[in-house]
T-cell receptor, first 109, second 115 residues
Framework: GQNIDQPTEMTATEGAIVQINCTYQ??????LFWYQQHAGEAPTFLSY??LDGLEEKGRFSSFLSRSKGYSYLLLKELQMKDSASYLCAVYDSNYQLIWGAGTKLIIKP | DVKVTQSSRYLVKRTGEKVFLECVQDMDHENMFWYRQDPGLGLRLIYF???????EKGDIPEGYSVSREKKERFSLILESASTNQTSMYLC??????????????FGPGTRLLVL
């Protein structure tokens, strides 16, 4: 079956750095997305990786290793507004989007 | 900016009622999706559509149907609502390009409570 694993919950301190991991087993791979979802709101797009390596976008970076079926989202200089759930999703060989359950990130002052 | 709107943010219905959830997008995207989101389970695909009058079953279509009469509008129908359909329902759109598929854009969601 197809599966995406991410930690259920993480806690970090304001101003610090946090890394959210995502591992996947899917039938084929056509790209990996990270979305941010604040409580009670819709997911919003953060990043897209299709090739191995690190993509940096301001305070957020996303890394992909296709051989390991692994990605992480790195958040630097954490702010209270970064408290949200972070969803990992993978396009399989049929371009169906497979979603992880999300990681709830709690930021403490 | 892509705008995806859903007919209601919150909805309370009784068991057995017919429920219509409507999604409208203004970006001329070909693809539209309906998901439900429950705690600990992530997003689960109910139905999707790649064109007008076209629909495909997702992972959990039982108890639902859809309608796409116009490109910008995709409706989700619960023929006879049940308590296990209490959930957050999210509509998403996506464009097709020569390079492949683009990211999905989500509406604000409808939180449905079935009593």
């Amino acid at each position: 079956g197809q599966n995406i694993d991410q930690p259920t919950e993480m806690t970090a301190t304001e101003g610090a750095i946090v890394q959210i991991n995502c591992t996947y087993q899917t039938s084929g791979f056509n790209g990996l997305f990270w979305y941010q979802q604040h409580a009670g709101e819709a997911p919003t797009f953060l990043s897209y990786n299709v090739l191995d390596g690190l993509e940096e976008k301001g305070r957020f970076s996303s890394f992909l290793s296709r051989s390991k079926g692994y990605s992480y989202l790195l958040l630097k200089e954490l702010q209270m507004k970064d408290s949200a759930s972070y969803l990992c999703a993978v396009y399989d060989s049929n371009y169906q989007l497979i979603w992880g359950a999300g990681t709830k990130l709690i930021i403490k002052p | 900016d892509v705008k995806v709107t859903q007919s209601s943010r919150y909805l309370v219905k009784r068991t057995g009622e017919k429920v219509f959830l409507e999604c409208v997008q203004d970006m001329d995207h070909e693809n539209m999706f309906w998901y439900r989101q429950d705690p600990g389970l992530g997003l689960r695909l109910i139905y999707f559509s790649y064109d007008v009058k076209m629909k495909e079953k997702g992972d959990i279509p039982e108890g639902y149907s859809v309608s796409r009469e116009k490109k910008e509008r995709f409706s989700l129908i619960l023929e006879s609502a049940s308590t296990n359909q209490t959930s957050m329902y999210l509509c998403a759109t996506q464009s097709r390009t020569r390079e492949g598929l683009e990211t999905q854009y989500f509406g604000p969601g409808t939180r449905l409570l079935v009593l």
